[in-house]
C-alpha cells in the first residue's frame, strides 16, 4: 500500500510539472506558420537516387520512381543499355524540382539546334548524368514536366561518356536525333493517360 502510494505521489508529482511549465512569450515571427522549402526524398526503386523540392511543391517520389522505371524500360527496348551505364547513373540520379522557372540567357538550346540568345526562361536542365532540375508544372502531372525530355540527356550522356547533347537536334552534337524528340512525345502520351 505504501509503495502504491508512492507511486501515486511521483505520477501526481510529475503531471504537476508537466502541465504546468509556462510558454514563453512568442515574437511574431515565432507564431508564424512553419513551411518547409526544402524537400529531399530518396527515389524509391534505386539504390541512391534522391529527389530535391525547392518551394512547397513536390512531385510524390513514388510516381518519380515509376516514371523513371518506365522511361528506362521504354529506353532499353528502344536503344538498350550497355553495360547498365544508364542504370547506373539512375541508381545515382539527383532530380532538382521547383516551381519556379530558370532564366538564362546563354549556353542553352532550342530542341531544334537553334542557340538561346536573349534572357529565356526554361523548364529543365541537365547538369550532368546524374543531376538534372524540372520545372514543376501548375497541373502537377509529370507528363508536363520536361522530366522525360532530361532523361534523354543522362541517357544519351551515359552511353557516349561525355556529353549529353546539348544542342539536341542541331549539328554541333551529334547524339540526340529527331526519334529523341518523338520518343519524349510518345512517353508523355503514355505517361498522361496514366494519369502522371
Ligand atoms: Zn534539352
Same mark, same amino acid.
Given at each position: 500500500m505504501k509503495n502504491v502510494l508512492f507511486i501515486i505521489a511521483i505520477i501526481a508529482a510529475l503531471l504537476t510539472f508537466s502541465c504546468c511549465v509556462p510558454v514563453q512569450e512568442q515574437t511574431k515571427e515565432e507564431r508564424a506558420p512553419v513551411r518547409n522549402f526544402i524537400s529531399v526524398h530518396d527515389i524509391p526503386s534505386y539504390l541512391n537516387a534522391t529527389s530535391i523540392a525547392l518551394g512547397e511543391e513536390e512531385i510524390p517520389p513514388n510516381d518519380l520512381s515509376r516514371a523513371i522505371r518506365f522511361f528506362y524500360a521504354m529506353w532499353i527496348d528502344k536503344y538498350g543499355d550497355e553495360d547498365e551505364k544508364l542504370l547506373t547513373n539512375l541508381n545515382f540520379l539527383t532530380v532538382i524540382s521547383s516551381d519556379e522557372m530558370m532564366e538564362v540567357s546563354s549556353g542553352a538550346f532550342w530542341v531544334d539546334g537553334?542557340?538561346?540568345?536573349?534572357?529565356t526562361r526554361v523548364v529543365g536542365l541537365t547538369w550532368s548524368p546524374t543531376r538534372i532540375w524540372i520545372w514543376i508544372d501548375p497541373s502537377h502531372?509529370?507528363?508536363?514536366?520536361?522530366l522525360i525530355h532530361e532523361l534523354i540527356h543522362v541517357a544519351l550522356w551515359s552511353a557516349n561518356?561525355?556529353? &549529353? $547533347?546539348?544542342?539536341?537536334? &542541331? $549539328?554541333?552534337?551529334?547524339?540526340?536525333t529527331d526519334e529523341h524528340t518523338m520518343f519524349i512525345e510518345i512517353a508523355n502520351l503514355v505517361l498522361k493517360n496514366n494519369d502522371q
Open positions: 537553334s542557340p538561346i540568345v536573349e534572357k502531372k509529370i507528363s508536363d514536366t520536361s561518356g561525355t556529353t &549529353g $547533347d546539348i544542342d539536341h537536334e &542541331g $549539328d554541333k552534337e551529334v547524339y540526340w
